[in-house]
């Protein structure tokens, strides 16, 4: 069935480094992929999205890359910073109905 | 984006007992959706709440034991029934428009003893 797969499932970087999450999708009719910050005690929040017409989209610190022929999303993070420190979901399109597949998550460490 | 109210943010429960959750967005929206997510686990789609009509569940959920009703395009609820310490989670209300950007409440977190 349809899936995504994210990693690393933990990521450890030092305050101001850059970071970088993975994700694959499977199903080619996929065609948006956003990414949710979630921290403790709270639902999760949307950061960037991109679709599949793009390649790449950037918001200050924060960028998503988007290959469609690998089937690959990433999302980047530079000069990261303490409260970057959360666990972040990629997610891509179930086909048409508009429901999201979700990755597993990857918990993000800023180290000071 | 639509900003998300949802009742209550936490509950300890008696098994067998029901709880309802609800999820008031401040705007309408086209789509609500109802997850289920296990302390540090992923999301798991529970089903999509339909305006007028019967949600739509997914695989391993029923109608039965989590009834769902959206009365108009702003609220939607959730009755977890005749729970038991396995129904023990966050359930999280989601919405938004067919052009995605989907917001979240803040969770309902779910304890059965």
């Known amino acids: 069935g349809e899936n995504v797969e994210q990693h690393p499932s933990t990521l450890s970087v030092q305050e101001g480094d850059s970071a970088v999450i993975k994700c694959t999708y499977s199903?080619?009719?996929?065609?948006?992929f956003p990414w949710y910050k979630q921290e403790l005690g709270k639902g999760p929040q949307l950061i960037i999205d991109i679709r599949s017409n793009v390649g790449e989209k950037k918001d200050q610190r924060i960028a998503v890359t988007l290959n469609k022929t690998a089937k690959h999303f990433s999302l980047h993070i530079t000069e990261t910073q303490p409260e970057d420190s959360a666990v972040y979901f990629c997610a891509a399109s179930r086909g048409s109905n508009y429901q999201l597949i979700w990755g597993a998550g990857t918990k993000l460490i800023i180290k000071p | 984006s639509a900003v998300i109210s949802q009742k209550p943010s936490r509950d300890i429960c008696q098994r067998g007992t029901s709880l309802t959750i609800q999820c008031q967005v401040d705007s309408q929206v086209t789509m609500m959706f109802w997850y289920r997510q296990q302390p540090g686990q992923s999301l798991t789609l529970i089903a999509t709440?339909?305006?007028?009509?019967?949600?739509?569940?997914e695989s391993g959920f029923v109608i039965d034991k989590f009834p769902i009703s959206r009365p108009n395009l702003t609220f939607s609820t959730l009755t977890v029934s005749n729970m038991s310490p396995e129904d023990s989670s966050i359930y999280l209300c989601?919405?938004?428009?067919?052009?995605?950007?989907?917001?979240f409440g803040s969770g309902t977190r779910l304890t059965v003893v």
């Open positions: 199903d080619s009719a996929s065609n948006y």
């Open positions: 989601s919405a938004g428009d067919g052009d995605y950007g989907y917001t």
């Open positions: 709440a339909n305006q007028g009509s019967e949600a739509t569940y």
